[in-house]
């Protein structure tokens, strides 16, 4: 059975190397194309779009594609969308692996901002020392607040940098440590963090770093995902291939 993947996450490349040996399914996994390098994967991979809904539609029906596996980032939206219209105009089965955001704590100082625009109105307009923990093309949208001082963290360079008096860029790819977390948010004199509400593990040490430290954080509202079938692990979803592999296992 072919099977498309559709990733650019660490749950993507970890649910392909699960799947990597399997003799019963042919894997794609599908990338948008946003980074420069991106790391190998364990499976074929293609890249960019597919042109909407019906672009990915006639993609699943050429193919011959008898399962799709939503693996995108939560905040990757549009694609995940274009999945389900997809994958319902076609009658190609559909499951999407969800990660659960992260839930406030105690000592949390968390600000639920709308999106980048009401990140860069909620700074304010006394000048802050503020850490972005956004992509590339996000960070773009506060050089509209150019009093702040910048430390801009992304996976590819932000080129050309921001137009903003104070700025310093670090490129890394997660995971990240706590302890290097707090290192470098207490090293930057850092007064809050723009970040995304992801989920996971690869990217929370800033947020426990940031609760050590009493540190604010504005998240970007999570955007609205379709309403479609869903597991939150690899386990799950290796399951539910399964039973879509051999009918007899989900009853058929
Ligand atoms: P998006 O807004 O959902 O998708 C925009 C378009 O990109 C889609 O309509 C599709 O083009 C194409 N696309 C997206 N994912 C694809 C995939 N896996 N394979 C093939 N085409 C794909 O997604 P985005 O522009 O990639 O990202 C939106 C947000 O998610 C941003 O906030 C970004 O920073 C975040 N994100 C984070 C990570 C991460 O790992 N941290 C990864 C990805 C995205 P067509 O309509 O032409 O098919």
């Not at 319902?88 to 980048?116: F, K, N």
Request: aromatic share 4%; with cysteine.
């Amino acid at each position: 059975m072919r099977v498309l993947l559709l990733g650019g996450t660490a749950d993507a490349r970890r649910l392909a190397g699960r799947l990597a040996g399997r003799a019963d399914l042919d894997i794609v996994l599908s990338l948008a194309g946003r980074t420069e390098s991106p790391v190998p994967q364990p499976v074929p991979v293609r890249v960019g779009g597919f042109g909407g809904a019906e672009g990915l539609a006639r993609y699943l029906e050429a193919e011959g594609v008898g399962a799709v596996v939503d693996a995108t980032h939560p905040y990757a939206a549009l694609i995940s969308r274009n999945a389900a219209a997809a994958c319902a105009a076609t009658g190609v089965p559909l499951i999407a692996l969800r990660r659960p955001p992260w839930v406030r704590q105690e000592g949390d100082d968390w600000r639920e901002v709308e999106d980048v625009a009401g990140a860069v109105a909620a700074l304010g307009d006394t000048p802050r020392r503020v850490f972005l923990a956004l992509g590339r093309n996000e960070v773009r949208a506060f050089a509209a607040a150019p009093q702040h001082a910048y430390l801009v963290r992304s996976v590819d360079p932000v080129i050309p940098p921001l137009d903003v008096p104070h700025a310093d860029y670090v490129v890394a790819r997660g995971p990240f440590a706590e302890a290097d977390e707090h290192a470098l948010l207490a090293g930057h004199g850092i007064e809050v963090i723009v970040a995304k509400n992801s989920g996971g593990a690869a990217t929370y040490a800033k947020m426990a770093a940031a609760r050590a430290l009493g540190i604010e954080v504005l998240l970007l509202r999570r955007p609205a995902l379709p309403d479609v079938a869903s597991v939150e692990g690899a386990e799950a979803a290796l399951a539910w291939l399964d039973a879509r592999r051999h009918p007899a296992l989900r009853g058929e």
